[in-house]
């Protein structure tokens, strides 16, 4: 999905960047399995980048600057759709993911794995099931 920089500063000026750095929340999902991948942060530069090139952009609110997702490890995310909540400070984007989405080495941040061996590791200081 690429929109020209004209339709793309209307929708990126529509937004709220409420959140930290005048950033929107961006969720990131699989767009054939609905799998959520990853949530990010983009300013109004990430947004407008995004949509007219197809290739998802973030802000990174640790390095305070724009990045390219995949840019380090060839893991793009090429943008198929692109929706905005109903109060404009949030953004799903549906992607067509190459590689794993998060920088842990999963396909998706959301992996049950994660949880479990927290669970495992206070299972096994507390002796609790």
Known sequence: MRLSIEDALKVAES???????????AVAQDWQSKDVLMVASMN???VVKTLTT????????????LWLKGET???YQY???FRVDCDGDALLLKVYQIGNACH???R?????RYVNKIRLD???NTGEP
């Open 104 to 106: 842990l080495g999963t």
């Open 44 to 46: 109004k530069d990430a």
């Open 79 to 81: 943008l198929v759709d």
């Open 15 to 25: 937004l709220w960047y409420r959140h930290t750095d005048n950033t929107v929340i």
């Open 54 to 65: 197809g290739m998802v952009h973030y802000w990174s609110l640790s390095r305070k600057r």
């Open 122 to 124: 206070t299972n096994l």
């Open 73 to 75: 490890s060839g893991h």
């Open 108 to 112: 998706s941040c959301f992996d049950a």
